[in-house]
């Protein structure tokens, strides 16, 4: 049995000029079934005429051109329209005379430049044609020259049409293109200020407050230990994100792995922010990107803590269920920096998108005290 699809997909990886000459000959084949013997198109009337040798160059004319009609097509409409004037002449009236509307068509659809020359040559050609088969013919009247001069141009028209629809089909994908790029390249620029905000933040910290322990050796060396491992973190999360530019890098390797929450928490702690961690329920399995969402939210109130509130008594509670996890970061604003959790507002702002995009609510709030409390409920997309 064929496989119309495999028949299809070898046929196509044929050059364009192969299919084209493969159309050209059918034509010329047809033209000399006796069968199809001068009833093809007749225009001014001229009196039939037997097949000769003259013929099987004119016939050979009209149809061989078609071999590039779509990377030359200008020069195969001339080719052709040469052909198709000798064949009314001298009232062959081949079916290759059909030669003459795939040109127009081709010139319509692939001709890119002097497109309105073209048409205007062709036309005035078209004039002495009509004028002379006119005088020789047996009198048709002159009706009939014009109706077939606008069939003529109905085919050039549909592949015009056929040129801008292709256009804008090419022009729409384009944009779907772009679009999908901006997408990633704002993906991955949030992965990237999540990552890098949180992980420099807490070195930056920890650098500062190893100024304060140079009489005290080994709580020195504690810090400067505590650095180099965040530095090494950062590394690793980096390249998790470098990842992302891979084709064939699984998406479901950037999803935290449980106990990331409890985690991320000793890591702010160890850069000097009390922290109070509290994680209820039992994550969904299928939880699609809720998970690396909360894990996100939790991340970004984490760094604006150290960077804003750093020293105030912060509270991380986490609340899992079937449908949705709920994350709560809030601080008293009792440190010494304390101040408003906005900063540039893009780890925010980009956060809040996140959240909405899958139906879920993100507040941010100031307390008393100068503190401040992130809320927000992620739905994951589980069904009970």
């Known amino acids: 049995m064929i496989d119309h699809r495999a028949a299809l997909t070898l ?94 068509l081709s010139v319509g659809a692939h001709l890119e430049r002097r497109r309105r020359a073209t048409a205007i040559l062709f036309s005035a050609a078209y004039v002495p ?32 049409w056929l040129r801008s629809t292709r256009a804008a089909e090419a022009e729409r994908r384009r944009r779907v293109a772009e679009d999908t790029r901006a997408a990633e390249r704002t993906r991955i620029a949030r992965e990237l200020h999540d990552v890098v905000t949180h992980h420099v ?98 991340q970004e109130a984490l760094t604006n803590a150290l960077k804003h509130a750093h020293g105030s008594r912060t509270s991380v509670q986490v609340h899992h269920s079937e449908r949705e996890i709920t994350v709560e970061v809030s601080t008293d604003g009792s440190g010494s920096q304390a101040g408003s959790p906005v900063g540039s507002g893009r780890g925010l702002a980009g956060l809040c998108e996140r959240v909405a995009v899958l139906g879920g609510d993100f507040i941010v709030d100031r307390q008393a005290g100068a503190g401040f409390a992130v809320r927000a409920r992620i739905p994951t997309g589980s069904r009970s």
């Open 11 to 104: 046929w196509r990886r044929f050059d364009v000029t192969g299919r084209d000459l493969a159309l050209g000959l059918l034509l010329l084949g047809s033209s000399f079934l006796p069968v199809l013997h001068n009833h093809g198109t007749q225009l001014g009337g001229m009196p039939a005429r037997s097949f000769d040798a003259l013929a099987v160059a004119v016939v050979a004319l009209e149809c061989l051109p078609l071999a590039v009609r779509r990377r030359w097509p200008a020069a195969c409409l001339l080719l052709v329209s040469l052909g198709f004037a000798v064949d009314q002449l001298r009232g062959y009236h081949s079916v290759a005379g059909t030669a003459l509307a795939i040109a127009l």
């Open 201 to 298: 933040t807490a070195m930056v910290v920890q650098a500062e407050a190893a100024r304060y322990l140079t009489a005290a050796p080994d709580r020195l060396d504690q810090t400067l230990t505590a650095v180099t491992d965040t530095g090494r973190r950062a590394m690793t999360d980096l390249r998790h994100l470098l990842d992302l530019l891979n084709p064939d890098h699984d998406a479901e390797a950037t999803t935290p792995a449980p106990g990331s929450f409890g985690t991320l928490v000793e890591q702010t702690r160890q850069a000097g922010q009390p922290v109070e961690f509290t994680e209820e329920g039992t994550p969904a399995e299928s939880s699609g990107s809720a998970d690396l969402v909360a894990y996100r939210v939790v």
């Open 129 to 160: 044609l009509a004028v002379v088969l006119f005088q020789l013919g047996s009198g048709e009247p002159p009706e009939e020259f014009v109706t077939f001069y606008l069939a003529l141009v109905l085919a050039w028209g549909i592949g015009a």
